[in-house]
């Protein structure tokens, strides 16, 4: 599917609507950045992520943006932007951790209860309609207190917070696979490999999975907004991570709330910025993928027209 994807993006590209075009470009820019961002975090940041003085001396509180601090500094002495490109990371690590501990127990369920049906099936069906009626955040919370005691280091607060997001996203996942294993165990090739022999496990491995996991990708970049909205919302209600363990953008929000209504701007704009950003770039990427894998959701423009087209418009012209 992701290759798929890969071939029509540039046709996509030059054929795509205006605003349709415009949200995958910015979508794809947007994530990008993200990513980007998040990877060289170390090498960007002037600063670390706890780091409260350097040679000259400690940083000091709520400092204004200057050559020193371009973002300023936080109320606890922290440098803004150190912490702003710090907290990417810590979301890229939110969101490739929950979507590894959600897609492969969610991939496997769904196939085996699609595929073998029966008390197996209407049990997990069952399961996964309980933990789909949980509110995810609400879900994150107790599980945060429960697995951390609600404030940990970053191994234990992104483990907590993983965990809640990706229990959330399993009946997702186990839902799209199941409806797929459905239809496709019914395609004729499916009842082919069963009259040559081939055994149940095969079945469901070589012919099944690959024809039933296509839509995925799509999922991925629809739910990672999601882990970072859930990890934003557990660090602004304070049961994130520990500001000395790693930077999170819900956290130094919440620690920014006061300083707004006091005039200091630079402390709460930049980690807001980031999860709106990020936020966008993921959801419109999301929303572009989808589009562009659904034909009939697709509307091309710039093609060329029908010759019959052509021929009419030729004609009342003359």
């Given at each position: ?88 990371r ?22 085996a ?17 309980a933990?789909?009626?949980f ?8 599980m ?9 280091s ?33 395609e004729?090739?499916?009842d ?26 799509l ?64 959801t ?35």
């Amino acid at each position: 599917m992701a290759l798929v994807l890969a071939r029509r993006l540039p046709l996509r590209l030059r054929t795509g609507a205006g605003v349709q075009r415009a949200m995958l470009l910015t979508g794809a820019a947007l994530t990008a950045l993200f990513v980007l961002t998040a990877a060289l975090g170390p090498l960007l940041a002037p600063h670390g992520y706890a780091q409260l003085q350097d040679g000259h001396g400690l940083f000091g509180s709520q400092q204004h943006p200057g050559a020193a601090h371009p973002l300023g500094t936080t109320i606890a002495g922290y440098d803004v932007l150190s912490r702003t490109v710090w907290g990417a990371r810590t979301a890229l690590l939110i969101i490739l951790a929950a979507l590894l501990l959600s897609v492969v127990p969610g991939t496997v369920l769904g196939l085996a209860s699609g595929y073998l049906g029966g008390r197996l099936d209407r049990l997990l069906v069952g399961l996964a309609d309980a933990l789909y009626a949980f509110p995810p955040l609400l879900l994150a919370i107790v599980m945060s207190l429960v697995i951390s005691g609600g404030r940990s280091s970053l191994v234990g607060g992104l483990g907590a917070a993983a965990c809640s997001v990706a229990v959330s996203f399993v009946p997702q996942y186990f839902r799209v696979v199941r409806a797929e294993v459905i239809r496709v165990k019914a395609e004729p090739f499916v009842d082919a490999a069963r009259v040559i022999g081939a055994g149940p496990w095969r079945i469901m491995t070589r012919h099944v999975l690959r024809n039933s996991v296509r839509t995925l990708p799509l999922i991925f970049t629809i739910n990672a907004s999601e882990a970072i909205l859930t990890l934003a919302g557990l660090g602004f209600l304070g049961f994130g991570i520990e500001p000395n363990s790693a930077a999170e953008w819900g956290y130094d929000l919440n620690r920014s709330v006061a300083d707004v209504t006091s005039g200091i701007w630079w402390t709460a704009v930049p980690p807001g910025l980031g999860i709106v950003l990020t936020v966008l770039g993921t959801t419109l990427l999301g929303e572009s993928l989808t589009d562009l894998a659904d034909p009939r959701l697709r509307r091309r423009t710039g093609a060329p027209a029908p010759a019959t087209q052509k021929t009419e418009k030729g004609g009342d012209d003359d």
